[in-house]
């Protein structure tokens, strides 16, 4: 190994190492239903456009079996014989 190879692979591990910590916590603020983010103020609108314009309600929590196959192929939802169904 040369010694511009241990170079770059140590520089890739220190970056790694550097960037481990925000983006963890930067991860956890968007997967928390109520977090926000510094890119909210941008993104939040076309979020809510996409909602509106799929017919999402971001209020309900909807499995995924019943969001995917109704929005993504226009099919019926699978639990519409079930006790989801009010959601669904």
Partial sequence: MHSYELVQLCLFIALL???TKPLGLYLCRVFDPVGKTFLDPAL????RGIYRLLGIDPRLQ????????????????PCSHSAWSACC
Avoid: F, K, Y
């Fill in 44 to 47: 939040r609108p076309v979020e």
């Fill in 62 to 77: 909807e499995p995924w079996l019943g969001v995917a196959p109704r929005h993504g192929r226009g099919m019926p939802s």
């Fill in 17 to 19: 190492a550097a960037l």
